[in-house]
């Protein structure tokens, strides 16, 4: 079964750095998110992405974040200067264009992000 | 966005079937009802979406009232795998954020 990949699993970073999350959507998906949960918390939306550019943004996504996808299978999350409140664990995820209005979406494992 | 209550906890033994109630008071004439469910560790993974009365599928089944303020997620026979957390979401569909709640924390037992 296709699935959405993910890497890093973890990364440690020190507050401050610069973070890239990658991912690699279904192949035919067209539809592109990322959430975040901090432990122990709801699964929060961060960003919708699609014909290359956001859709739709939360208020967690402010100017620290971006995305980006790069060529045809990549979509990256990048955080400029991180900090301690960002540890969570990022998930993302896709949807294909003729399931997106079942509210279908494919999840990725995450990456675990931990903020020193 | 249609706010939703649902348990917080729910404990049943493996085989038994369990039933996760949703409140949707406020669910607008173009939403629909999503159930996800996740695992430690892991996203969220769609299980079903129904608009009214039934919507059955290889997992669970969703029941729907004709008032549609509440929905019930019918997982058969439960196993130790389906401990998991649930998540009843409402909103319309298409391209759209999905917006999690709490959940409902599922503990099956042998």
């Known amino acids: 079964e296709p699935e959405v990949t993910q890497t890093p699993s973890h990364q440690v970073t020190q507050m401050g750095q610069e973070v890239i999350l990658r991912c690699v959507p279904i192949s035919n998906h067209l539809y592109f998110y990322w959430y975040r949960q901090i432990l122990g918390q709801k699964v929060e939306f961060l960003v919708s992405f699609y014909n290359n550019e956001i859709s739709e943004k939360s208020e967690i996504f402010d100017d620290q974040f971006s995305v980006e996808r790069p060529d045809g299978s990549n979509f990256t999350l990048k955080i400029r200067s991180t900090k301690l409140e960002d540890s969570a664990m990022y998930f993302c995820a896709s949807s294909e264009a003729g399931r997106v209005n079942t509210g279908e979406l494919f999840f990725g494992e995450g990456s675990r992000l931990t903020v020193l | 966005l249609a706010k939703t209550t649902q348990p917080i906890s729910m404990d049943s033994y493996e085989g038994q079937e369990v039933n996760i109630t949703c409140s949707h008071n406020?669910?607008?004439?173009?939403?629909?009802i999503t159930w996800y469910q996740q695992f430690p560790s892991q996203g969220p993974r769609f299980i079903i979406q129904?608009?009214?009365t039934k919507v059955t599928n290889e997992v669970a089944s969703l029941f729907i009232p004709a008032d549609r303020k509440s929905s019930t997620l019918s997982l058969p026979r439960v196993s130790l795998s389906d401990t998991a957390v649930y998540y009843c979401l409402v909103g319309r569909t298409g391209f759209q954020k999905l917006v999690f709640g709490t959940g409902t924390r599922l503990l099956v037992s042998p």
């Open positions: 406020n669910i607008a004439t173009n939403d629909y």
């Open positions: 129904g608009y009214k």
